[in-house]
């Protein structure tokens, strides 16, 4: 009898070759597709809505600049969240104090010290890549809950900053040095090209190179690795300091453009990091963190705000599209998540 | 309870007598592709002590965690308690009115908090307008099943300050607290693992007691040793099957068991001769890992070394170590040109893949294979750095390696770009040797090569396995499955109690394997034609 179980057995363990059918592959198909692309897809609807809802006033070449200009200080947070969230840390609630440390240590040093515009600048990206560092060493070292420290220190420096401010907004005097941010290009600054490029250049690590391959796979399971050769707790660790570093670079960049910053206002960047890095994982990449699909997270957002305060709809607006849409991508991004697994 | 009361209740199946305290039948589970429970026939007797045994991942626990509610089976089975056929997946406020309780491998203790709160917990009774808990009627229950276990133990005192002995009990009373007298059934899953020696004894007095009181108890163990000695009847599993149900155990012993835990394969490997070189390919000196004390060992390039024992005797230790999994106390690993410290304070697992050694582990989706990533991601891990450069992994020696591996062990489906989450667990223990085979390793370590695979995979695995050895590769493989040993390795340790008791070598048989393991004679000559026979007709039939 147990032969014939055996074989029983043996038959469904071998997993069916592929579809049989074109029928069926053609279905796989589309719905791989639609889970690919169903957001950018809505975004085309949102923005046809708003063009019809308000005719002559959304479907402009303002508006796209609005959107396409603004969001620049939000792509860099959301790229250095997706560094440690790639590699397993799941929540550095400190990336948007990280760059509001930044941005306000180089126009204090600038107008209140008279330091020179360059030096302050590196001493501001060192700054935040110290602040990643410590991250490091408290969460991957001493290994203390990654929550606890990240709000710990998060807090600790939105607090410096609006001390070393005097709680004011602190702006620095045009010297040159801020064409950095506010050359153009075709209409928009070159600070929204430095976020396309960063989040290509991501998207290639992760793709094409041993680093990034190793780091997904830490993200995917540390003990495999470990057990793979792969060194996880250098790899975890320089996540963290390379968080800081885009997070430093893009708070120079920033501060460059706008010429001043608000130490106030680091606080209001923490829900739309998230949302835009969990939208993330339902495009291109369903199920997945990507840089691309953070990318574009951000300006989906941000054309959803836009349009509804066209539409007369006041400041509150923001908080309930972020808050709602990070609720919807993290749900979407775990169902996803549950069909990959 | 004696063993003839056992049968007679085992004997009397007319439909619908309430005989059983426990009767489980045509019970399957399904995750996804893989089935990994089917048809589970089981009877558990009123006043029985019922063992259960087989390998890692034969399905005990998917079991368990059917009859506790956490999984839903597939439809079409049912679980019968007393008589009354419970509705599934099973509700836990039922499965309390029925008495069946479940003492977990941890025991599930709250450490800080007291004793009664710990039995008590989730069946507080909240009195008043404040649904306060009253306190000394909680207390006081506790002291009352403690009592019926004869047990006197501080309520007050917190959990985590017991002794195991202790702790042992509160958890049992715990399970049995709901329990009707002369009625009930308590689940242990593997619940003696955290007791010593001596706690162990009393903990067997502990059951037999309630045994005596009219309840049931089935035994969830890897400890053949105490299954033999402490249970009436046994049950044995097999990559998701009842090989075995019901069988005295008066009639078994512990070989008998490990024989129908890993099954006679139908495959038959005949023995190939051995590719062992005069080269060593590896040698260890003076490892300390566990309980494993001054190991020194030499393995040849193309030979293969068996490393077993019971579990816990200290093989998966060295195994561990060796394949850079766990830092040893002390030792050395010369292998290739490089000679590895096995306790460096930095040992990194890094530096034994860059040597050349790899490590096949025994639970491959925890330790092997990171399940969403794909088939060729996970093969080609250990070597991406070494092979791309800085800023490509390259595509075409990864494609190859793929395309190589997947015709040597035959993996299906074919396609590199699967998630590893999609193929079924014997092809994914194939790509767990891939990642390593692929490197063309100096040394192998492999525990359980063959665990719950099917016969056709275990007939892969072990082809390339010998093909490696061939290679030039020395190999190391900690394993229980006697029968693995004997088709595949040119001598065979034997451990027990961290050291080595025995060295088979030469001609190997699995029986000698077995018996070298429980330390047991090996039977007479004239029994052995018998049992042959017996088994035979099991697999034939």
Not at chain 1, 131 to 159: D, H
Not at chain 2, 53 to 72: E, H
Not at chain 2, 156 to 177: H, S
Not at chain 2, 366 to 382: F, I, Q
Request: charged share 20%; proline share 4%; glycine share 10%.
């Amino acid at each position: 009898m147990d032969a014939a179980r055996q074989e029983q057995r043996d038959a469904p363990d071998v997993a069916p070759p592929a579809a049989p059918a074109a029928k069926p592959r053609l279905a796989v198909d589309v719905r791989h597709f639609a889970s690919r692309y169903a957001v950018i897809g809505v975004w085309a609807i949102m923005i046809l809505i708003y063009s019809l809802a308000e005719p002559g006033v959304f479907f402009t070449r303002s508006t796209f600049t609005s959107i396409f200009t603004g969001q620049y200080a939000l792509v860099f947070m959301a790229m250095a969240l997706l560094c440690t969230i790639i590699v397993g840390e799941f929540v550095d609630l400190s990336v948007p104090s990280v760059f509001g440390f930044a941005a306000t240590v180089w126009p204090v040093l600038v107008t209140n010290h008279h330091w020179g515009m360059v030096p302050a600048a590196i001493v501001a990206v060192i700054a935040a890549v110290a602040c990643g560092a410590v991250n490091a060493v408290l969460v991957v070292v001493l290994g203390v809950n990654t929550i606890v420290v990240t709000l710990g220190m998060g807090t600790l420096l939105t607090g410096l900053a609006l001390w070393m401010s005097n709680l004011n907004v602190v702006v620095l005097q045009p010297s040159g040095f801020e064409k950095i941010g506010t050359f153009t290009i075709g209409g928009l600054y070159i600070s929204f090209f430095y976020g396309i490029v960063l989040a290509l250049a991501f998207a290639y690590v992760l793709a094409y190179t041993p680093l990034g391959r190793h780091m997904r796979f830490v993200g995917a399971s540390r003990e495999v690795s470990r057990l793979s050769g792969v060194r996880v707790n250098r790899i975890r660790f320089g996540s963290y300091v390379v968080a800081g570093l885009i997070s430093g670079v893009g708070a120079v960049i920033t501060v460059a453009t706008l010429g001043s910053y608000n130490a106030e206002s680091s606080n209001s960047y923490l829900l739309p990091v998230f949302a835009a890095v969990f939208l993330g994982t339902a495009i291109i990449q369903p199920g997945r963190f990507n840089p691309i699909g953070t990318w574009i997270g951000v300006y989906f957002l941000y054309t959803g705000i836009l349009g509804l305060e066209d539409l007369g709809l006041q400041q509150w607006v923001s908080d309930v599209f972020y808050g709602g849409a990070l609720v919807v991508a993290v749900t979407i991004s775990t169902l996803l998540r549950r069909r990959t697994t | 309870m004696t063993i003839s009361q056992a049968d007679g209740a085992a004997g009397a199946a007319e439909p619908g007598a309430a005989r059983h305290r426990l009767e489980v039948a045509h019970l399957s589970k399904t995750f996804g592709p893989a089935r990994v429970l089917r048809d589970i026939q089981l009877t558990v007797a009123p006043g029985e002590l019922h063992g259960m045994v087989g390998q890692n991942g034969c399905g005990k626990s998917t079991l368990v965690k059917i009859l506790t509610g956490v999984y839903t089976p597939d439809p079409g089975g049912s679980i019968v308690v007393d008589g009354r056929r419970l509705r599934t997946p099973v509700q836990p406020m039922e499965q309390r009115e029925v008495g069946v309780s479940v003492v977990h491998q941890n025991l599930g203790l709250v450490d800080d908090h007291a004793v009664w709160e710990n039995v008590r917990l989730g069946r507080y009774q909240a009195r008043g307008p404040f649904r306060k808990i009253n306190t000394r009627a909680e207390r006081d229950s506790v002291a009352a099943v403690l009592a019926r276990l004869g047990r006197t133990i501080d309520v007050d005192a917190p959990a985590g300050t017991l002794g195991a002995e202790d702790r042992a009990t509160i958890a049992i009373a715990r399970a049995m607290q709901d329990h009707r007298p002369g009625g009930g059934l308590i689940i242990f899953d593997e619940s003696t693992r955290a007791l010593g020696k001596t706690a162990r004894g009393r903990f067997f007095e502990l059951v037999r007691s309630l045994i005596d009181g009219g309840a049931s108890v089935l035994l969830i163990s890897h400890q053949l040793e105490e299954i033999i000695e402490a249970t009436d009847r046994v049950t044995v599993l097999r990559d998701g099957q009842v090989v075995e149900t019901g069988i005295p155990t008066k009639d078994t012993d512990e070989a008998g068991l490990t024989r129908l835990m890993l099954g006679r394969h139908l495959v038959t490997h005949s023995r190939v001769n051995s590719h062992a070189q005069e080269d060593a390919a590896a040698s260890v000196r003076g490892l300390s890992a566990g309980q494993v004390r001054g190991l020194d060992l030499t393995v040849k390039r193309g030979e293969i070394v068996g490393l077993t024992g019971l579990m816990g005797s200290g093989f998966e230790e060295v195994a561990e170590a060796l394949g850079g999994a766990r830092r040893a106390e002390s030792g050395e690993l010369a292998v290739g040109a490089a000679t590895l410290s096995l306790s460096a304070r930095r040992a990194s697992t890094e530096h034994f893949v860059r040597a050349g050694v790899g490590y096949v582990p025994e639970r491959r989706l925890d330790e092997g294979l990171a399940a969403g990533m794909t088939m060729s991601e996970n093969m080609t891990l250990p070597r991406v750095r070494g092979k791309g450069s800085a800023l490509r992994t390259g595509s075409a020696w990864q494609a190859e390696e793929a395309r190589t591996m997947i015709a040597k062990l035959d993996i299906k489906p074919p396609r590199p770009d699967a998630p590893v989450s999609t193929l079924s667990g014997g092809n994914q223990q194939k790509v767990v040797l891939a990642k390593w085979l692929a490197g063309t390793p100096n040394l192998l370590v492999l525990r359980e090569p063959t665990q719950a695979v099917d016969v056709g995979a275990r007939h892969d695995i072990i082809d390339a396995i010998r093909e490696a050895a061939k290679d030039g590769c020395g190999v190391l493989i900690a394993s229980i499955d006697a029968a693995d040993l004997a088709v595949l390795c040119d001598r065979v340790l034997v451990f027990r109690h961290g050291t080595v008791t025995g060295e088979l070598s030469g001609e190997l048989d699995q029986d000698d394997i077995i018996h070298a393991t429980f330390g047991s004679p090996r039977p007479e000559p004239r029994d052995e034609p018998k049992q042959e026979e017996k088994q035979e007709e099991r697999w034939a039939g």
